[in-house]
């Protein structure tokens, strides 16, 4: 007998809805999610969406939260939804469930996926995820073993717009390993990561001019000439993305031009640079108005 993926999704239904846990499940959204109101549009990309958000959340509280009794929610959903023997072999993949942000090494369609974490290599069973999934990238997500030593994904797992170079791979134990709530607060805009990401400045120019000026400048300086091009260019570039609402998609495009990033920091610089740009495009389902000259109007011109 093996854990399910449909068997956490039930684990999971029962953390989301229990009234047995309510009042403490509204106390944990708070911790997760600030004191602060965080919109949507306070999100990097497009991690703000309420499914994301929510997904996030219920991966967190149904394994990484712990009750007053040292329980995880989790815990308390299989004993209440489960029997024998499957009730102790969830139990045991619970405790020994992780969060963890690791190298997407191979992708086996429609089976699967194998993530590697410096001397640790996990073989995670989920189709769904092996058909988003590319070699190379970084995800981030709450895994726990099915019994037979392949591993399953919980909720709100996610993918970084950036894959790390050949000198921080070997070091993401100890320099990229973010707990669930301080990701969260990295997509919230509102939160120191790890050393290597602090002090990353985020451009907010009026113009796409401005914004791929300031582009070219620090890419003249970095050795990036992949990244100098004109504001045509980049426009054309960031429509192509923003048709589909792909802000990943252009993370790895940016990424890919690049090329040779060795740190978080590094890859955080040139995302910044361009998410510049992204929100300075003028797009012409708008009106021809920007991401930012319609976040303005919406604050009453206050910068985001």
């Known amino acids: ?36 109101e965080v919109e949507a549009s306070d999100y990097l990309a497009d991690t703000g969406s ?22 995880h929610p989790a815990e308390l959903a299989a004993q209440a939804i489960l029997k024998e023997p499957k009730l102790s072999l969830t139990l045991d993949a619970i405790q020994k469930a992780r969060y963890v942000t690791g190298v997407v090494t191979k992708v086996m369609n429609d089976r699967g996926f194998y993530v590697e974490l410096e001397d640790e290599k996990f073989t995670v069973n989920n189709p769904m995820l092996s058909r988003i999934l590319e070699k190379g990238q970084l995800v981030s ?40 709530i301080e990701v969260e607060r990295f997509l919230q805009g509102k939160t120191k990561t790890p050393e290597e990401v602090k002090n990353v400045e985020h451009p907010q120019d009026d113009t796409l001019e401005a914004a791929v000026a300031r582009m070219s ?38 990424r890919k031009l690049a090329e040779n990033i060795d740190s ?28 930012i000259e319609i976040m303005r109007q919406q604050r009453g011109n206050r910068k985001f």
Not at 10 to 19: A, F, G, H, Q, T
Not at 54 to 71: H, I, Q, V
Not at 264 to 291: C, F, H, V, Y
């Open 1 to 36: 007998m093996t854990l399910t993926n449909s068997t956490i999704e039930r684990l999971v239904e029962w953390c989301y809805k229990s009234d047995i846990i309510a009042n403490i499940r509204a106390q944990a959204r708070e911790e997760f999610f600030g004191d602060d």
């Open 50 to 71: 309420f499914n994301g958000r929510e997904r996030r959340f219920m991966g967190w509280f149904t394994f990484s939260f712990k009750l007053p009794d040292g329980r």
């Open 141 to 180: 997500a709450h895994i726990l073993p099915n019994g037979q030593g392949r591993w399953l994904v919980g909720p709100g797992w996610l993918t970084w717009p950036f894959s790390p170079g050949p000198h921080l791979r070997p070091r993401l134990k100890t320099l990229f390993q973010p707990n669930p």
């Open 217 to 254: 400048e620090m890419a003249r300086k970095e050795g990036k000439p992949n990244l100098i091009m004109s504001p045509e260019e980049w426009k054309d570039i960031v429509l192509s993305y923003m048709a589909n609402n792909d802000a990943i998609g252009f993370g790895e495009e940016i």
């Open 264 to 291: 978080i920091e590094e890859a955080n610089k040139w995302l910044a640079l361009a998410m510049n740009i992204w929100n300075t495009t003028p797009q012409p389902d708008r009106g021809g108005k920007s991401a």
